[in-house]
């Protein structure tokens, strides 16, 4: 293990220890090692053009290669998962008024189907009702947390969901769902705002592609990310995670 | 724990399997979207796979205190749901009778009355299955969100739709997998003990539509309801896997004699016509203590006395089998 290596261990025990807010300091982004930095260009493309995550302004975007881990056991009877997915590939863009975040990594199996929609007549009403194909599968899905409060403050809010203090914002997509905008302050109190945002999304040759489009966000935010491997059984907070990054 | 606790007794004795109760049930709860798999009462051949398919063996539950580890089945699991072609074949005039697509490969109590050996003898007999609205509920203590909660004044268990993020922690846990994911709203789903319909003073559904008249409701803390007779008083009623430590309140009477021909007038436990371990292996070593009670009532009746455990077995009417108390009343049974 390298020496980045080894001081993510240690973080990752602080924070799964009781600490209730861990939090890294993020004082000036200058100030940061260049690794847990975001750069996020201007682009003059339209969000109609960033939302493909095929888009050309992608391809010259430099990536940031962000470290992923698997979150320790959160329940005594889960079963264990391995580290498949080591990294993902972060790009950021200014844009249209809002922040476009690129994110790839490389998966096997692309966990998915499309759920077809509820019909809009009532199921009394129907003779056929829509089928339940796999109640045992989950879905790949990802996240960009960041605070929901205007960020500037000295510390920043605990990776574990936010904290009292911290509240986060989550924007999350999920391959079948969709997506969808979540709050918490802390573990076990996250909650679905009821909004949608822009997300698309391809797989092909192993690996995902998502943009997400983000409000837009001061420089000094710290983001973080997460991925959820359906075939590992992926939810809830069994997922990987990154720790905070800053952008620029 | 609950203030009070709604339990229900199932008559093993005077299962017909005909599954009246699972088609009550779900044309009453589970006839939508993304619930075509689900039968939140279920009726199976015992001995046997059950459904869904080897759930006795699938984890959950607790010992020693902690939870167990549990397997999510699969829609094969289940039994995966068909439509017919009556399209093609009747509107269309293709001229082939009407099949069943996808070819169906297992199903909800697949291996009907297929049963087990028990010497040169089949034997089977069938075990209604609902919620057991278990005392220590391993689903409610597995879920992450609070999502499942155990109602104070009944002991109803039941799953809040807005908190449930469909994560299924829930099914891994409950060693009776008696909790299903509907895909279409992305939540998990289980039997309700009809609680609208109890609030308004009517029996669960699977109950009243029982052909057979075996279940018997009411609340288990109520002196004078028939499951607190059956369970607590007379003591003929047991859980099923008492070992999974949930403590479930659904109890039944232990399937005790089976008619054989030549064997009239035998016990089971002198001439068992079903084994006897299979019996233990579902209720646990007290279903002898029971059967031995439930032998010597018979005796009692065929000698021309009078057995109150028999004559409340009989549920000649519903006032008999069941007792449904207004939800004010619940609150003056003493405890
Ligand atoms: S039977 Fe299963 S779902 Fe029902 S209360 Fe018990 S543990 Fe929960
Ligand atoms: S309706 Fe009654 S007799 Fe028929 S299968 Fe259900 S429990 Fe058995």
């Given at each position: 293990m390298n020496q980045r290596g080894q001081l993510l261990t240690v973080l990752l025990l602080l924070m799964t220890s009781a600490a209730p807010a861990f939090s890294q300091q993020p004082a000036h982004t200058a100030a940061l090692p260049q690794h847990l930095r975001l750069r996020a260009n201007f682009s003059p493309q339209s969000a109609e053009v960033l939302l493909d995550p095929a888009a050309p302004a992608w391809q010259s975007t430099p990536a940031q290669r962000i470290a992923l881990h698997r979150t320790p056991p959160l329940y005594d009877t889960d079963p264990p998962a391995s580290l498949e997915i080591s990294f993902v590939e972060v790009r950021t863009?200014?844009?249209?008024?809002?922040?476009?975040?690129?994110?790839?990594?490389?998966?096997?199996?692309?966990d998915y189907v499309e759920l077809p929609a509820v019909p809009d007549t009532p199921p009394e009403q129907r003779f056929l009702k829509e089928h339940t194909l796999g109640p045992e599968r989950f879905f790949d899905a990802a996240a960009v947390m960041f605070p929901k409060d205007a960020p500037g403050g000295v510390v920043s809010p605990s990776l574990q969901m936010g904290d009292a203090q911290g509240p986060v914002s989550m924007y999350y997509w999920?391959?079948?769902?969709?997506?969808?905008?979540?709050?918490?302050?802390?573990?076990?109190?996250t909650r679905r705002t009821g909004d949608s945002f822009s997300a698309r999304a391809v797989y092909a040759s192993g690996t995902w592609q998502v943009v997400?489009?983000?409000?837009?966000?001061?420089?000094?935010?710290?983001?973080a990310f997460a991925i959820w491997n359906g075939s590992q059984l992926d939810r809830d907070g069994r997922k990987y995670f990154s720790v905070w990054h800053w952008l620029e | 724990m609950s203030r009070h606790q709604y339990a229900m007794v199932m008559d093993l004795n005077k299962c017909l399997g005909c599954q009246t109760c699972t088609i009550a049930c779900k044309k009453l709860w589970t006839d939508r979207d993304g619930t075509d798999y689900m039968y939140w009462?279920?009726?199976?051949?015992?001995?046997?796979?059950?459904?869904?398919?080897?759930?006795?063996?699938?984890?959950?539950?607790?010992?020693?205190?902690?939870?167990?580890?549990?397997r999510l089945p699969t829609l094969d699991d289940y039994g995966a749901p068909w439509e017919y072609d009556y399209e093609q074949r009747l509107y269309e005039g293709s001229g082939k009778p009407v099949m069943p697509s996808p070819d169906p490969q297992s199903g909800c109590n697949w291996d009907e009355d297929v049963g087990a050996l028990n010497g040169d003898d089949n034997f089977y007999f069938y075990l209604p299955r609902i919620c057991n609205h278990c005392t220590y509920p391993a689903c409610l203590a597995a879920c992450p969100r609070q999502a499942i909660y155990k109602r104070e004044e009944d002991g109803i268990v039941l799953i809040d739709q807005e908190r449930c993020q469909g994560y299924r922690y829930c099914i891994a846990a409950c060693p009776y997998k008696k909790i299903y994911f509907n895909e279409i709203t992305g939540k998990s789903e289980k039997c309700i003990f009809c609680y609208p319909r109890l609030e308004k003073g009517e029996v669960n559904a699977c109950a009243a539509q029982c052909p057979g008249r075996l279940r018997f409701v009411g609340i288990l803390d109520d002196p004078e309801s028939p499951v607190h007779k059956l369970v607590l008083v007379y003591r003929v009623a047991l859980p099923l896997f008492p070992e999974k430590g949930t403590q479930p309140n659904v109890f039944y009477v232990p399937p005790f004699n089976p008619p054989r021909r030549g064997n009239y007038g035998k016990s089971i436990l002198e001439d068992p016509r079903l084994p006897l371990d299979y019996l233990v292996y579902l209720f646990g070593p007290e279903v002898k203590d029971v059967i031995r009670r439930l032998e010597a009532e018979l005796v009692r009746a065929q000698n021309g006395e009078r057995s109150e455990v028999l004559q409340l077995?009989?549920?000649?009417?519903?006032?008999?089998?069941?007792?449904?108390?207004?939800?004010e009343q619940l609150v003056q049974i003493k405890t």
């Open positions: 863009l200014r844009a249209a008024g809002k922040l476009f975040v690129h994110l790839s990594w490389r998966d096997a199996s692309a999920n391959a079948a769902r969709g997506a969808m905008r979540m709050e918490a302050a802390g573990r076990g109190t997400l489009e983000l409000p837009e966000l001061p420089p000094a935010t710290p983001l | 009462n279920n009726v199976e051949t015992r001995p046997g796979l059950g459904y869904p398919r080897q759930w006795d063996r699938n984890g959950g539950g607790w010992k020693d205190g902690e939870l167990q580890p549990g077995l009989i549920g000649r009417d519903a006032a008999t089998r069941y007792r449904i108390p207004a939800r």
